[in-house]
């Protein structure tokens, strides 16, 4: 079941911006590990935040303090990631991952996935 994601767009520094993740119409997640990756241009894909189904959750340390995310237990929603305080290193195109392994949760690796987005792209401006 591949993921949607919703609520990129274009912000200035120190903006604000909310990405949805919708699950695949008819498609039963098991909501063990959710995730947010992010890819800018020229660099690796990386690992943003993740929850598990007991509500722990990882950060990577560029986003602490700045970055919420939450899982959306109704109907297709799946999980949300709030991102305050954005700055311009923040542009990339965010994707959410979906079916994760339980104990690999926390490790942000995306081979941790089963499921991908398209992405939505993030730019902020200085």
């Known amino acids: 079941g591949q993921p949607v994601e919703s609520g990129g767009g274009s912000v200035q520094s120190g903006g604000s911006l909310r990405l949805s993740c919708t699950g695949e119409?008819?498609?039963?997640?098991?909501?063990?590990?959710m995730g947010w990756f992010r890819e800018a241009p020229g660099k690796e894909r990386e690992g943003v935040a993740s929850i598990d189904k007991n509500g722990r959750i990882t950060y990577a340390e560029s986003v602490k303090g700045r970055f919420t995310i939450s899982r959306e237990d109704g109907g297709e929603n799946l999980v949300a990631l709030q991102m305050d305080s954005l700055k311009p290193e923040d542009t990339a195109m965010y994707y959410c991952?979906?079916?994760?392994?339980?104990?690999?949760?926390?490790?942000?690796?995306?081979?941790?996935?089963?499921?991908w987005g398209r992405g939505t792209q993030v730019t902020v401006s200085p």
């Open positions: 991952a979906a079916e994760g392994l339980y104990d690999g949760c926390s490790g942000l690796q995306s081979r941790n996935f089963g499921f």
């Open positions: 119409t008819g498609y039963t997640y098991t909501r063990i590990c």
